[in-house]
């Protein structure tokens, strides 16, 4: 048996992999019943289990091929921070965008909080500036 570290380290890895198989439902089994998600955009932090699978689904559904590189993994106490590089193929509407057919990347930095083995609450920093940029038309000028 390991550290509570190398427990919490380990839950996350499986999370990321499931969620890069897709499998929303056991990803929503690693999550405490009343999981937080702190997420940019929001003024208050969002609440359920629920929450994060819309938010998981949206993004398979946009890059359904959606693969993720843990770059950086380390945790102290109760936390989990981690750097992600999510790649994957615009192959579906995302955040209003049609799908383009455009290989992506970009970056998050995450953090978690771990409660009785379940990631109880989550705050994420994806580079979605980067990723818009990615699958936005090309902006064209008008000449005089």
Same mark, same amino acid.
């Given at each position: 048996?390991?550290?509570? +570290?190398?427990?919490?380290?380990?839950?996350?890895?499986?999370?990321?992999? *499931?969620? /890069?198989?897709?499998?929303?439902?056991?990803? !929503?089994?690693?999550?405490?019943?009343?999981?937080? %998600? *702190?997420?940019?955009?929001?003024?208050?932090?969002?609440?359920?289990? /629920?929450?994060?699978?819309?938010?998981?689904? +949206?993004?398979?559904?946009?890059?359904?091929?959606?693969?993720?590189?843990?770059?950086?993994?380390?945790?102290?106490?109760?936390? !989990?921070?981690?750097? !992600?590089?999510?790649?994957? +193929?615009?192959?579906?509407?995302?955040?209003?965008? %049609?799908? +383009?057919?455009?290989? !992506?990347?970009?970056?998050?930095?995450? =953090?978690?909080? =771990?409660?009785?083995?379940?990631? %109880?609450? /989550?705050?994420? %920093?994806?580079?979605? =500036?980067?990723?818009?940029?990615?699958?936005?038309?090309?902006?064209?000028?008008?000449?005089?």
């Amino acid at each position: 048996m390991g550290t509570a +570290t190398e427990k919490n380290l380990d839950l996350l890895r499986e999370a990321y992999r *499931n969620l /890069e198989r897709a499998d929303l439902d056991a990803c !929503v089994e690693m999550l405490a019943e009343d999981f937080v %998600a *702190n997420v940019p955009g929001t003024s208050e932090p969002l609440h359920g289990r /629920e929450v994060w699978r819309l938010g998981a689904q +949206t993004m398979l559904d946009g890059f359904p091929d959606l693969r993720i590189d843990v770059e950086e993994m380390f945790g102290a106490g109760d936390k !989990v921070a981690v750097r !992600v590089q999510f790649r994957g +193929t615009h192959r579906g509407t995302f955040q209003g965008m %049609a799908a +383009t057919g455009r290989q !992506v990347a970009f970056r998050s930095v995450e =953090i978690y909080r =771990i409660d009785d083995d379940k990631i %109880a609450e /989550e705050w994420v %920093a994806p580079d979605l =500036i980067s990723l818009m940029q990615q699958i936005s038309p090309p902006l064209t000028t008008a000449l005089a």
